[in-house]
């Protein structure tokens, strides 16, 4: 009798340090980020400068160059996923392909923003690369406008880390929307010379993948995530709930029908010769 193949899953563990709790075996598959940046770190296991890659972007797009080097280069895989070193998905690996039988994606549980994804993406990029990104979209993704006045200005729940595991069909189609977007974004910021917002394609790209998920009606595993900080107070969990009613209260009395522009930002945009154009129409 003919052995029945078993499917092949691997999913990157995104690495910038050692760490002795890394998970490496058949499934779980380790890649040093940035290697081309930091060439005289070595960690001992794959990196994400060979073959086709952006690892020279990594300062600016952060484990989405793993993201991309397993894109480009890994091809003999039925499920293909990413995790972070101190970060893994709360399942049994045996059962990942018994699950994605019945679903089309693995993610981790949103966490419950008090404000929309918009106002927190501002937060932690700026209001003038906020509006780059949302037009970015637009001009190569127009039929996504619904998507993104509802997911970006009326959501609160927000599929953090660039974490999941799909299908390599679902995971190439993902890839190519997500790094189609921000090929152009990257062509159009400037990026800042500050530590923490040298980030902010990692930052705009963490978004992309719930508004895909959204556009796409993706049908959804979504699991814990396992870290150092996991254990969730009672306190944590009940103030959850009070954003997302507050948040839900707020959305019944401003609903945005289009995609708003803060008028400080127009103004200069106007000044530093940059326009929006798939926004403002």
């Known amino acids: 009798m003919k052995e029945k193949k078993q ?25 040093q980020v940035g290697k081309t940046l930091h060439p005289d770190l070595d960690l001992g296991f794959q990196c994400d400068n060979t073959g086709d890659n952006i690892s020279e972007k990594n300062e600016s797009y952060c484990e989405l160059t793993a993201i991309y080097w397993a894109w ?10 990413l995790c972070h070193y101190r970060r893994y998905f709360s399942i049994y690996e045996h059962k990942i ?9 693995i993610i981790p549980k949103p966490i419950i923003l008090s ?34 006045i509802h997911y970006y200005f009326k959501s609160n729940k927000f599929t953090q880390c660039n974490m999941f595991v799909t299908s390599k069909e679902q995971y190439d189609h993902y890839c190519s929307f997500l790094f189609r977007i921000l090929e152009d974004v990257y062509t ?10 040298k980030r902010v394609i990692g930052y705009l790209g963490e978004t992309l993948l719930g508004l895909w998920i959204r556009h796409n009606k993706t049908k959804l595993l979504k699991v814990n995530i396992v870290s150092p900080n996991q254990n969730r107070s009672f ?47």
């Open 97 to 105: 392909s018994q699950y994605l039988k019945n679903y089309d994606i």
């Open 188 to 197: 159009r910021i400037v990026i800042s010379p500050y530590s923490r917002q």
């Open 72 to 81: 480009k280069n890994l091809k003999e895989v039925d499920y293909i996923g």
């Open 115 to 148: 404000k929309s994804i918009f106002e927190e993406l501002c937060l932690w990029t700026s209001l003038e690369e906020a509006h780059i990104f949302i037009d970015s979209i637009m001009k190569l993704f127009p039929e996504y406008k619904d998507d993104i």
């Open 7 to 31: 499917p092949r899953i691997k999913i990157l563990v995104a690495c910038h340090k050692a760490d002795p709790n890394i998970r490496q075996n058949d499934i779980y598959m380790p890649i």
């Open 235 to 281: 306190k944590e969990i009940l103030n959850d709930i009070r954003r997302d009613i507050a948040f839900s209260f707020s959305k019944s009395y401003n609903t945005p029908q289009y995609i708003p522009i803060y008028k400080p930002v127009m103004v200069g945009f106007e000044q530093d010769n940059i326009s929006l154009p798939s926004i403002i129409l």
